[in-house]
């Protein structure tokens, strides 16, 4: 069983930054693909990057976010850059027992409970 908790959530404007986190239970961490996924008032949560050996990204945040992991603290990282009012919704972490990249939010497992993240003009 995997447990993630999300943080650094917030308020921005317009073509600034924020960086969430999201710390994993667990002692198999490095061994899990991560993805982070967003879902907007009135859409589909729909995903946003992953990473396990290496990383891929929606197309939509390409060149602005940034997905990490620091298997040491057991966190995974993203970091949000230029952010556009479109970029508002709840952010959510995931985690699969697998080594191989999936954009498919029916292939993770676990899910934390979501931060959210505004931007404003």
């Known amino acids: 069983q995997v447990q993630l908790v999300e943080s650094g959530g917030g308020l921005v404007q317009a073509g600034g930054s924020l960086r969430l986190s999201c710390a994993a239970s667990?002692?198999?961490?490095?061994?899990?693909?991560l993805g982070w996924f967003r879902q907007a008032p009135g859409k589909e949560r729909e995903f946003v990057a992953a990473?396990?050996?290496?990383?891929y990204y929606a197309d939509s945040v390409k060149g602005r976010f940034t997905i990490s992991r620091d298997n040491a603290k057991n966190t995974v990282y993203l970091q949000m850059n230029s952010l556009k009012i479109e970029d508002t919704a709840v952010y959510y972490c995931a985690a699969r027992f697998s080594a191989t990249m999936s954009s498919n939010l029916s292939e993770y497992a676990y899910w934390g409970q979501g931060t959210q993240v505004t931007v404003s003009s």
């Open positions: 990473i396990t050996w290496t990383t």
């Open positions: 667990g002692r198999t961490f490095s061994a899990y693909g």
